[in-house]
């Protein structure tokens, strides 16, 4: 049997992992600028991490949630009191997409509608719902399209506006990320996320953020809305919960009335999963990480704003979006291949995405800055050499 061929991959076999750097099967070492797309928060093999999971192995790594398991409430109380949302409850799935599909069906279990509001250059996930509320028809197949979801532009008020006195006695719910990823770092701002909770609060809809790559201390805050003082009925999470380990989970406003079979998943909350999930926030406790963010995220900003081909710089913490003057591939392929760094791409050819671990140290840093500066003065170089031929 083969693999099914969907992923484009570059011809480099990683073995082993420590922090921010990666080793391949040659031996050559590579800094981990992206995370594996913004999972790897507190550093690849971080001790605490691997004793948590080692100690659980040897306890119970699986049963279904049919029994009472301590790691689950250890694991909500933590969120709870790092997040500041105590009050919340929480609901364990295995990644964003899942998580995603739950708020959106909670959400029309709480008002019996059916229509769901969501944004251009939108990425919630790939499976049914998450992907009918995903701005890329690429990946939407002809079963996932359906009338119920209503797309509005990214930041435009009036348009927002406009939707809602038509259609918002049905709208269910509106979903949008606290900031766009895949949509090449888009922030919304305060004004429009404002607005969002304004109008959900009069039609009855519920406001779904999906915090699933700009949560968990990505942004410099917790969760990025929190930074805008907005405050969500329904929050998603993933990637970085669990520091490669699968899980993902829905923030629960406590208005929500949970019953017997309301939501229910088979590996959701599983111990090993708990034990991941529960280093991970320790780590970013004793570790300080949302404010390393902060502060490394602002330093990199400052050390590269002046680079040539740089069109822009859109930030928040460790969540980076540089847009250059031209189709990022040829930038990321040499950071890659001449300097061993791993960047990302977006939905935005220009937009060059940086997602580094929260944990990342100022001298892995300023291995990257070296290193853009270099590709970038390079092809100055060689378009004044073209000119000059």
Not at 102 to 120: D, E, I, P, T
Not at 133 to 157: L, M, Q
Not at 193 to 206: A, T
Not at 309 to 330: P, Q, S, V
Request: proline share 3%; hydrophobic share 40%; net charge negative.
């Amino acid at each position: 049997m083969n693999l099914f061929n969907v992923y484009p991959l570059f011809n480099i076999k990683p073995v082993k992992a420590q922090g921010s750097f990666l080793w391949d099967d040659k031996g050559e070492q590579y800094l981990d600028f992206y995370g594996g797309h913004a999972v790897i928060s507190i550093g690849h093999n971080h001790p605490h991490y691997q004793d948590r999971l080692k100690d659980q192995l040897e306890k119970i790594s699986f049963y279904s949630n049919s029994v009472q398991n301590a790691l689950q409430t250890e694991l909500a109380d933590k969120l709870g009191k790092l997040s500041g949302l105590e009050d919340y409850h929480l609901f364990l799935c295995n990644s964003g997409a899942e998580a995603n599909e739950n708020a959106l069906k909670l959400a029309s279990f709480h008002n019996g509608k059916h229509k769901v509001l969501y944004f251009s250059g939108s990425f919630h996930g790939r499976t049914s719902a998450a992907v009918s509320v995903t701005d890329n028809p690429k990946i939407v197949a002809p079963v996932n399209y359906d009338e119920r979801f209503i797309r509005s532009e990214w930041n435009n008020i009036a348009q927002l506006e406009e939707i809602f006195e038509e259609e918002g006695h049905a709208i269910s719910s509106v979903i949008i990320e606290g900031i766009q990823g895949v949509g090449g770092i888009m922030i919304p701002t305060v004004e429009f996320l404002s607005k969002i909770k304004e109008l959900c609060e009069k039609y009855d809809s519920v406001l779904i953020l999906d915090e699933v790559q700009s949560g968990y201390g990505r942004s410099g805050y917790f969760f990025a809305h929190q930074e805008f003082g907005v405050e969500a009925d329904l929050i998603t999470t993933a990637k970085g919960m669990g520091n490669g380990f699968p899980i993902g989970g829905v923030l629960i406003h406590p208005k929500f009335k949970a019953s017997n079979g309301l939501l229910g998943t088979t590996f959701g909350g599983n111990h090993l999963a708990c034990a991941a999930a529960i280093a991970v926030l320790d780590v970013m406790k004793e570790e300080n990480l949302m404010e390393n963010a902060k502060e490394t995220g602002a330093y990199l900003e400052n050390e590269i704003k002046n680079f040539p081909h740089i069109r822009n710089i859109r930030r928040k913490g460790l969540m980076i979006g540089i847009e250059l003057d031209r189709d990022c591939t040829e930038i990321r392929s040499s950071l890659l291949y001449d300097h061993h760094i791993f960047t990302g791409n977006s939905n935005d050819k220009t937009v060059l995405r940086i997602l580094p671990a929260l944990n990342i140290k100022k001298e892995e840093t300023d291995l990257f800055i070296k290193a853009l500066k270099t590709v970038l003065e390079n092809v100055s170089v060689k378009e004044q050499e073209t000119v000059i031929l």
